[in-house]
C-alpha cells in the first residue's frame, strides 16, 4: 500500500465499536458504510416469516456491508448485527469511490476481494442445494473454522437452513 493510499484512508476511516446484540445496520435503510472487522463477529441476516434467516458471517480481517444497497444505493433485505462486542474501522460509500478512483491498488484490492466472495457464495449455494445436513454443517465448519465455536448454534442452523434439532444431531454424531 503506497503511504498516500494510508495517508488517505486515514483521513477518511474512524474506528467504531458495537455491543452485542446491537443493530449494525438496518434493512429499512440504504446501507451507506463499509466495515472492516478489527476484533469480533458481525452477522448478515434477512426476516422472512418475522424469523432471523443468518446468510453469513464476517470476523477479524474482513469487510462487511449489505453488498447491493452499498453499491446501488437502495434498501435492501439485509440486516448486519453484532453476535459479540465488535471493534470496526468505518469507510462511507463516497469516501470508498474517492479511493477506488484515485487508488488503482484500492480498486485491485476491491476486485479481489470481490472475487474470494464470489467464489464463497458458490461454494454455499452448491452446499445448501446438494449436500446433507451432516456436509453442510461440516462445509459450514471448515468455512468459519477459526470462528464457527462463537457463533450461537441457532444462527448456524438458520444459515445451514436445518433445524436446531437436526443441528444438535449432526454435532452429538461427530
Not at 480481517?61 to 470496526?88: C, H, L
Request: charged share 30%; net charge neutral.
Amino acid at each position: 500500500m503506497s503511504e498516500s493510499l494510508k495517508e488517505d484512508i486515514s483521513k477518511r476511516i474512524r474506528f467504531e465499536q458495537f455491543k452485542k446484540g446491537e443493530l449494525v445496520h438496518n434493512a429499512d435503510l440504504i446501507c451507506t458504510k463499509s466495515y472492516f472487522i478489527q476484533d469480533g463477529i458481525l452477522r448478515t441476516y434477512f426476516l422472512k416469516d418475522g424469523k432471523e434467516i443468518s446468510e453469513y458471517f464476517c470476523s477479524e480481517g474482513e469487510w462487511i456491508n449489505s453488498p447491493r444497497s452499498f453499491m446501488q444505493r437502495k434498501k435492501d433485505i439485509y440486516y448486519i448485527d453484532a453476535i459479540e462486542n465488535t471493534d470496526v474501522y468505518c469507510l462511507d460509500v463516497n469516501d470508498l469511490l474517492f479511493l477506488f478512483d484515485h487508488y488503482p491498488e484500492m480498486e485491485r484490492y476491491s476486485r479481489l476481494s470481490m472475487g474470494t466472495l464470489f467464489g464463497h457464495l458458490i461454494e454455499r449455494i452448491t452446499s445448501l442445494r446438494f449436500t446433507t445436513a451432516r456436509e453442510k454443517y461440516e462445509h459450514f465448519c471448515q468455512t468459519y473454522h477459526d470462528v464457527n465455536h462463537r457463533i450461537p448454534l441457532g444462527m448456524i442452523a438458520s444459515y445451514l437452513g436445518i433445524s436446531q434439532e437436526t443441528l444438535s444431531r449432526v454435532r452429538a454424531k461427530r
